[in-house]
């Protein structure tokens, strides 16, 4: 396998017919980890820092959900049918046990795959996230045009808005984040998310925060791991400890001086505390 | 200096006229770290997991405050005057700079020295404490003479009660807890907390719940790590995550199934984010 997700080649593989892009990286032992994307986001989006740190001692598994950059078929509207389709694709590869990274909606997604299908999840790891029917909700359609105008105005990218806080020190950190997404060969790069499927992930989303009591999450018998910058203005920080009060076996660590992309800009720290909660 | 905190002898420094008791553990390197203690508390309530712990990369000082255990003179009946103190002590045994250890009564403590005092503290550790005027704070009275009574009729500590979840698991690990606290050899225990040390201790903690806005916490520059276990019933958790909001680089660890002595329940992991914390 590769050495770095910078070089790792994007294959696919058939899940039910429709083609599902993913990469992967790291030694082959033990439960692979099995990353779950953000709202917009396509494998070109994943911290090489966070995946190859984690992938020093596991073998790490990033994919496109469906209708998302390579991968084919129409993005569902909704986080159960995300779920359902994660786990035709954990099928497809022949996993029977994985441990679930799962980023903002990538998080809803493993919240709802571990609740499903019990038998296929070991551990968790919730970072930037919501419980179902959360509190201040992102309403992510406005935000997203408004911080694409706002980046536009500063000569900025609209993950300085919207994964970084506006101190100095976080606009650095975004800066580093976004050199090393620059990392990737340009050959090889993934397919944007499409409008259709943006608009999609934004129902989805919307849906997940009018969903009402998370009552399901009582039920999560897993470790989890939940992680966020301490200024998270997509999905508020509270949400994160509620989501960790929510759940009966959570761990929850919140990173000083960022935002909802604290764990790009923690990388080290949110390697160490992931390896050593994914010991276990 | 001794290998384990079990073994430390009580030594006393005279601070200002007063004979003030502590003991200390771990190696000379680098800046100590000295841990103030909670109410009630006394030298041998510390737990020698942690102590011991923290002691493997560091030297560690732990003492009683004024008029608790073997320290002299009479426990003052709030957080400012007890923050006086223990800058006094650290003064007396020349320390000109410290990270410092604060749990329950003593993370009030701390947070008072570290505005009074940033030239003194490198680093802050906050453990199972709250901002002053917190939410739902712990009527320390009525719940100290309940946990005593529970306690007596179940046959238990009523640290069982105050400090761990009622879980089976937690329970357990306050068996575990109140047995290593049971290591320290008899002939050289410390003197119990007086009643009028622990009625100053109870109204000091009152004043402090009454408190109106922190708004010192934004001039602490320090970093500092706040933990606490995720069912806290003397000081609730909430306050632990709005104390982490309310600090400007702070950085937040909850851990599961685990009440007040969360730190002293999951002790190994504790020690780990305490010492890579404590390493920067």
Known sequence: MTASYKDAPTITVDVNGVPFAYRQVGTGGGVPV???????????????????????ERHVIAFDNRGVGRSGGAT?????????????FLEALGLRTVDLVGFSLGGMVAQVVAQKRPDLVRRLVLAGTAPAGGTGGANA?????????????????????????????????????????????LQDRDTPATNESIGAQVTALAKWEQGTSPAGLATVAQPVLVVNGDEDIMLPTINSFELAQLLPDAQ?????????????????LFVQQTLEFLRH
Chains 1, 2 share one sequence.
């Open 252 to 268: 929850l660590s919140i990173y000083p001086d960022s935002g909802h992309g604290g764990i790009f800009q923690h990388h080290a």
């Open 141 to 185: 359609g406005p935000l997203l045009q408004s911080a694409v105008q706002q980046a536009a105005e500063q000569g900025k990218h609209p993950k300085h808005i919207l994964f970084f806080s506006p101190t100095p020190t976080s606009q650095a950190a975004a800066d580093a984040f976004l050199a090393r997404l620059d990392e990737r060969i």
């Open 34 to 56: 099995v990353f779950l994307h953000h709202l917009t986001a396509v494998l070109d989006d994943w911290d090489p820092a966070v995946i190859d740190g984690v992938a020093s």
């Open 76 to 88: 569902p509207d909704n986080v159960e049918a995300m779920a359902e389709d994660a786990v035709a």
